[in-house]
């Protein structure tokens, strides 16, 4: 028996990656039955059949996983926002970040387009807001290996952020080596909008990045109102007169005196109590 990780799934065969070889395997029959069926990234206990080939017989616990794209045991998410073209919305990166938060996955802010910038301004304030609690890069199409240099050691990490942030333009600028690969990449892409794509991991300084860009819209499905509140990390170290407090309408809130006493950005308390009341919302409707 053997441990490995899955670093591709294509037509029902599982490639799993173990002491540098990769094992095209197959999931034995239990899996296809149970929900959980062995995904991208998952951690895997393999029997070997033939010299290269074998199946899985245990999957590990995960981490963490997503289903856009689906991979499991994600190290950290690179959320792309472009500063213009789309313009950079506190609101939309906040949604993105709530919900990494939400699954478990740490957020890294990338900052495109910034051969665009014509706002100073705008560029304190994404430091002032961010950088306290999150990685902050800024970078360009022109930049972005100098950019991003050491953010991909060792780490399996996913891309996602609005439609037209520049996620398959960073995929195809980190990745030019794969000069095999990169035409496949775009060519998926294009094509993956409508069909089902299978993921898979590229080696990138010692770890992994997956070559389909994740999510671009966002629904909070497996979190409730109670909870949101820990998906936004800079809230956490201020102190509530009831423990139970949700930040909207309690009295003597250590949220909103953090905020009036602009210790906590106005922008993050909008962007939660805009997303506490769309899940609120959508309670109501059940
Ligand atoms: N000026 C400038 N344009 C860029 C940069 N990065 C990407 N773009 C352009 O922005 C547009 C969108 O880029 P994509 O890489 O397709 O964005 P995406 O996030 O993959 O978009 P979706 O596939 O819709 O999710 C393209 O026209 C790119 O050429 C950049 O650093 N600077
Ligand atoms: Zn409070």
Redesign the pocket.
Known sequence: MQTGQIIKALSGFYYVESNNEVYETRARGRFRKTAESPLVGDYVKFQIENIDEGYITEILPRRNSIIRPPVANIDQILLTASLKSPDFSFYLLDRFIAYSEANDIQPVIVVTKNDLNDDWDLIEKIKTVYSGIYDVYFTDKAHINEDLQDVFKDKLSVLAGQSGAGKSTLLNTLLPHLDLKTDEISNALNRGKHTTRHVELISIDGGFIADTPGFSTIEFLNIDKYNIKFCFTDFNQ?Q?KFRE???IN?PK????AAVEAGELPQSRYDSYVKIYNEIDNRKERY
């Open positions: 201020y509530c407090c949700l930040h309690e809130c250590g949220v909103k």
